[in-house]
Nanobody, 123 residues
Framework: QVQFVESGGGLVQPGGSLRLSCVVS????????MGWYRQAPGKERELVASATSFGTSTIYVDSVKGRFTISRDDYKSTINLQMSSLKPEDTAMYSC????????????????WGQGTQVTVSS
């Protein structure tokens, strides 16, 4: 059974930085495109960034391009998200999951989720 354990969130001032990590178990990690999702209160969950095996290809939502960097360590089954120049609108619960594209729309592959890690950007 797949398990996700996210960490690294916290309270940070606008313009600050955070590094999120997610350790994945129960799957052959390198077989999957992995992504970071976020969900703010009252909003739908969105895929923030994704990375193919060994990080050979990455995709970002427009709102984080140039500020966030996704990386992964396939030997440690870990996926990371380096966030800089944080804005209040980045405030959300961040979670990781595998990504599958259905008719061009990215969807989380697994129905189970970790506990997530809360990111709050506020002065």
């Amino acid at each position: 059974q797949v398990q996700f354990v996210e960490s690294g969130g916290g309270l940070v001032q606008p313009g600050g930085s955070l590094r999120l990590s997610c350790v994945v178990s129960g799957i052959t990690f390198s077989n999957y495109v992995m992504g970071w999702y976020r969900q703010a209160p009252g909003k739908e969950r969105e895929l923030v960034a994704s990375a193919t095996s060994f990080g050979t290809s990455t995709i970002y939502v427009d709102s984080v391009k140039g500020r966030f960097t996704i990386s992964r360590d396939d030997y440690k089954s870990t996926i990371n998200l380096q966030m800089s120049s944080l804005k209040p609108e980045d405030t959300a619960m961040y979670s990781c999951n595998a990504v599958i594209w259905s008719l061009g729309i990215p969807e989380p592959l697994f129905s189970s989720w970790g506990q997530g890690t809360q990111v709050t950007v506020s002065s």
